[in-house]
T-cell receptor
Framework: SQTIHQWPATLVQPVGSPLSLECTVE??????LYWYRQAAGRGLQLLFY??????ISSEVPQNLSASRPQDRQFILSSKKLLLSDSGFYLC???????????????FGSGTQLSVL | DQQVKQNSPSLSVQEGRISILNCDYT??????FLWYKKYPAEGPTFLIS?????DKNEDGRFTVFLNKSAKHLSLHIVPSQPGDSAVYFC??????????????FGQGTILTVHP
């Protein structure tokens, strides 16, 4: 069966420090991968998605970047964190071009990031 | 710009009664709507969905209603159970976005079902 691992669960970082959040998927090949974020009082917002190794699409301009060095690995990074980067970050995966892709969007357990 | 809104941050219901969670959207291009459920320390899990060509979809105790003219959808849980206590997210997608999981989510509503 497929599983998605995301870590750490919580993270407190000072402003200006770097960030690296990692997500890995097991039990499937060539998944679509996503990073979502929920800021305080807001809905989950799609930040990045990837349909293959090295292929990253950004949905919103921001201080963050994403990379996909391996088929089932997705990394969210920042060189210098801002206060506004605080939020709940979720990694997700889906089956490529599935007719029922929406139902097949599987989420990790999330990382609560606090930038102080 | 919040295209999907859940205006009730929380809802408290007695066990056995109906829970009604509401969601409003502004983008008339949305053609597919979903509800996700999230327990603490876990990621959201898919609950139920509805296409814009329908106005109702039912799955066991869960029913989603869509009112396109009002740009409103609701999730009904009957009867509510304590295990339904969770955060519920409404989400929507546009044509072409479907195959990429590019969903627009609401802020979530915390449902508490009391025994």
């Amino acid at each position: 069966s497929q599983t998605i691992h995301q870590w750490p669960a919580t993270l407190v970082q000072p402003v200006g420090s770097p960030l690296s959040l990692e997500c890995t998927v097991e039990g499937t090949s060539n998944p679509n991968l996503y990073w979502y974020r929920q800021a305080a009082g807001r809905g989950l917002q799609l930040l990045f998605y990837s349909v293959g190794i090295g292929q990253i699409s950004s949905e919103v301009p921001q201080n963050l970047s994403a990379s996909r060095p391996q088929d089932r690995q997705f990394i969210l990074s920042s060189k210098k964190l801002l206060l506004s980067d605080s939020g709940f970050y979720l990694c997700a995966w889906s089956v490529w071009q599935s007719l029922a892709t929406n139902e097949k969007l599987f989420f990790g357990s999330g990382t609560q990031l606090s930038v102080l | 710009d919040q295209q999907v809104k859940q205006n009730s941050p929380s809802l408290s219901v007695q066990e056995g009664r109906i829970s009604i969670l509401n969601c409003d959207y502004t983008n008339s291009m949305f053609d597919y709507f979903l509800w996700y459920k999230k327990y603490p320390a876990e990621g959201p899990t898919f609950l139920i969905s509805i296409s814009s060509i329908k106005d109702k979809n039912e799955d066991g105790r869960f029913t989603v209603f869509l009112n396109k003219s009002a740009k409103h959808l609701s999730l009904h849980i009957v009867p509510s159970q304590p295990g339904d206590s969770a955060v519920y997210f409404c989400a929507a997608s546009t044509p072409g976005g479907t195959s990429y999981g590019k969903l627009t989510f609401g802020q979530g509503t915390i449902l508490t079902v009391h025994p």
